[in-house]
DNA sequence: ACATTAAGTGATT
DNA sequence: AATCACTTAATGT
């Protein structure tokens, strides 16, 4: 088990637990991990690769949440293990992954047995809150451009690489918008020498 | 060469 | 920012 990047916040003795306790997986790009209604019984730990979190909205249309990453975990997971409660979102694995299942009831025990678990879940909320909030305030003021850009440099960072093969009509949907509307910021950012646009893919240049 | 799909653009609300 | 209607460009068969 490849725990190195829970080395520096993890106390030793809570480090073997996981060890003992946690179930390894591994998982390819594009399985699901939690669908709508399933019941959470495990809360999962990033070793690498990336999970993208989405919600359904009324109309049945996908909205992007956010991504956990290697060193992280999913505050939604916390919420509905703590709770009993069933997913209200979606997770699919947005590359290959090597995650660590924890099973819910040894988390509950964690919470009071090792200072370092509950910092890390208070850690993972208020990171999570956080980028809430600012999500909250790039829609409410209609900066759409904001989270286009926020959007580019996630891909970015979730692929290692600076191109990105994406078409204008994936990214609007996962923006909730208008292909045209998305053509149009691309072309923007294009001519701000913050990128280059071709089919089906997109090069970004540093200073985006 | 033709059809299909992605991307660009002006006008309108 | 969204929608429409249309054009242009790239790609597959």
């Not at 993890?10 to 669908?35: C, R, S, V």
């Not at 999962?44 to 690769?49: A, R």
């Not at 208070?122 to 286009?148: C, G, N, V, W, Y």
Request: proline share 2%; charged share 25%.
């Amino acid at each position: 088990m490849n725990l190195i990047h829970y080395k520096n916040i993890f106390e030793p003795e809570l480090l073997k637990e996981i060890e003992q306790q946690g179930i390894e997986k591994h998982l390819n790009a594009g399985d699901t991990i939690i669908d709508y209604g399933d019941l959470i019984r495990h809360i999962p730990l990033v070793l690498s690769g990336s999970i993208k979190v989405s919600r359904m909205n009324d109309e049945g249309q996908e909205l992007f949440l956010y991504y956990v990453h290697p060193n992280e975990s999913c505050a939604m997971s916390f919420s509905c293990c703590l709770m009993q409660r069933k997913s209200e979102i979606k997770a699919v694995a947005e590359e290959d992954l090597e995650l660590i299942m924890i099973p819910n009831k040894v988390m509950d025990e964690w919470m009071m047995k090792y200072a370092s678990w509950k910092s890390f879940v208070m850690l993972t909320f208020q990171a999570r809150f956080d980028e809430l909030l600012k999500a909250i305030d790039s829609i409410a003021f209609q900066k759409l451009d904001e989270r286009l850009a926020h959007l580019l440099k996630e891909k970015k960072k979730l692929t290692g690489s600076s191109v990105i093969n994406i078409t204008h009509q994936q990214i609007a949907e996962e923006l909730a918008t208008s292909r045209v509307v998305i053509s149009r910021l691309l072309k923007q950012l294009e001519n701000q020498n913050k990128l280059l646009l071709y089919r089906n893919e997109i090069k970004l240049l540093k200073d985006l």
